[in-house]
């Protein structure tokens, strides 16, 4: 079976996600997390969970959001989490994202929030799906400082040595529809252990021009094995183990 670990479903309607689940479970794709990004996302992903087989809720908020939230809408935001952990399967997404935020306050703000919510996950032994986006040392830096073991690192292609440096510490990293049209990231998948590989479509955001759904997840597992010169069953069975580890467990 296969696995979409991250994907944002609360932004499409009710009924289309429900859609989604259903013709991604007709070629294989068995569940999909669906990560939350403002606070109000994750009512509509716990929501979401609660009514279809297969849409897992993760719990947080997006880096970017979270800087609109002053010190008692967080405070507020994170009782709500604590309360709502049971009904999730992991926490995300949350992280460092420091393209659109230049300003040194805004990403200390940033980095505080962040080690809220890896102290969550620590304490509860929930997975973590984390956004790093001109900022993966800075994440892995942060992550250094915890003692995590369900690292999920959403679409960590950017750097080889940076993705070695992640598996070293038993880090996850999630590849997504770019390995389906970026010879770069082609070549860095191709070279990755499936170890530690899990696949992602990230939906519904828009790649290439096309709306992601998650049974998308079926041609990036597709081509990870003609990358990787391995059989679709190989890369399917190890990936699978990969997801049932970190969520099932
Ligand atoms: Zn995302």
């Known amino acids: 079976m296969l696995y979409d670990t991250h994907c944002h479903l609360d932004m499409l309607t009710e009924k289309d996600a429900t859609i989604a689940i259903i013709e991604a ?8 997390i669906s990560c939350s990004t403002s606070f109000a996302s994750n009512q509509k992903n716990i929501s979401l969970a609660e009514k279809n087989i297969g849409i897992n809720a993760a719990i947080g908020i997006y880096p970017i959001d979270a800087l609109e939230l002053n010190e008692e809408e967080l405070n507020k935001a994170f009782d709500y989490f ?3 952990l049971n009904k999730a399967s992991a926490i995300g997404e ?8 230049k300003d040194k306050e805004e990403r200390e703000k940033q980095r505080i929030i962040f080690e809220r919510f890896l102290t969550l996950a620590q304490k509860n032994s929930k997975p973590v799906i984390i956004h790093s ?10 992550l250094s400082t915890f003692n995590l073991k369900k690292v999920i690192l959403h679409s960590f292609v950017d750097s080889e040595k940076l993705m070695k440096q992640a598996t070293d510490k038993g880090y996850y990293i999630s590849a997504g529809c770019n390995v389906l049209y ?9 070279e990755f252990s499936l170890d530690f590989l899990l696949f992602e479509t990230d939906s519904p955001i828009r ?5 992601n759904i998650p049974k998308k997840i079926l041609q990036i597992a ?7 010169k391995l059989s679709y069953e190989e890369v399917e069975e190890q990936v699978e183990k990969n997801y049932l580890k970190i969520f099932k467990k």
């Open 25 to 32: 479970q007709k070629v294989g794709v068995k569940e999909a």
């Open 82 to 84: 604590s309360k709502n």
């Open 94 to 101: 949350v992280g460092l994202d420091y393209k659109l935020s």
């Open 133 to 142: 986006r001109y900022a993966q040392t800075q994440v892995l830096d942060v």
């Open 182 to 190: 970026n010879s770069e990231v082609e070549k860095r998948v191709a």
């Open 207 to 211: 790649f290439n021009g096309e709306m």
């Open 222 to 228: 597709q081509k990870t094995a003609e990358l990787k």
